[in-house]
């Protein structure tokens, strides 16, 4: 059977990561969450002190940056990180790591070079734009603010971190507001891509779609 390339795209909170995750154990695909890179590389940065404004700072923090996969774990140079990547700290300064050029160049060219064999799904913001244009099936996610921030807060809560609603929300629309107006790969549904509203649809329904989606491709 023909291995393909699942790019998932979306606004944040819109499910992609869990959604993904359930399609690549469905099809039996491995699962990328680009995003978990640049959150490691944003905390990476932060522990450093990098001032995102000094080209050498980032150059050199990028130069020393080490992120690779074991399972589902992330590696940040040597050590699993999970919690650690989803603080409010990273939250607030991930999008503004993300729109750095270099940043880009670097995390993409891992990303590429993951995806060579094919058989994965990723979900990000640029999967189906830059990272593979020519990914066989692209997915672009949305779901209304509200709902957003709700499945945020019981994400967070699972995790006992208590997080009131509306700075939850107003976290996800400035990174939104960040992550599509930027110069650098701007958050757009790719060509081709297939548009799921997640408002109403519950989690086994989101999956389905995209499973039966892949299916026709393979
Ligand atoms: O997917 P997640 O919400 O964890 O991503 C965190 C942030 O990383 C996003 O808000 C975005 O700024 C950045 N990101 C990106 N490109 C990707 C994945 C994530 O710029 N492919």
């Known amino acids: 059977m023909q291995k393909i390339i699942i790019a998932i795209d979306g606004y944040s909170g819109t ?4 959604t993904a995750k359930a399609v690549a154990r469905n099809l039996g695909y491995t699962y990328i969450d680009s995003g978990a890179m640049y959150r490691a590389a944003t905390l990476y940065f932060l522990q450093q002190g990098v001032d995102l404004e000094k080209p050498q700072e980032v150059a050199k923090a990028l130069a020393a940056l080490d992120i690779s996969f074991e399972g589902q774990d992330l590696i940040l140079n040597e050590k699993v990180v999970r919690d650690e990547l989803r603080t409010m700290a990273v939250n607030d300064q991930v999008s503004q790591v993300s729109a750095v050029k270099s940043v880009r160049e670097a995390l993409v060219e891992q990303q590429q070079a993951i995806g060579q ?9 640029d999967i189906g734009t830059v990272v593979f244009p020519d990914a066989e099936l692209k997915v672009f996610m949305t779901a209304n603010s509200r709902v957003r921030a709700l499945r945020r807060q019981r994400e967070l809560e699972q995790k006992g971190i208590r997080e009131e609603l509306n700075v939850i929300e107003e976290n996800l629309k400035q990174r939104d507001q960040i992550d599509s107006t930027r110069e650098e790969s701007p958050l757009t549904k790719a060509l081709g891509a297939v548009e799921i509203d997640t408002s109403d649809l519950s989690f086994d329904e989101q999956v389905g779609k995209i499973v039966e989606l892949a299916k026709k491709k393979i």
């Open 15 to 18: 499910g992609k990561s869990s």
């Open 117 to 125: 064999d094919r058989g994965i799904v990723m979900d990000g913001r």
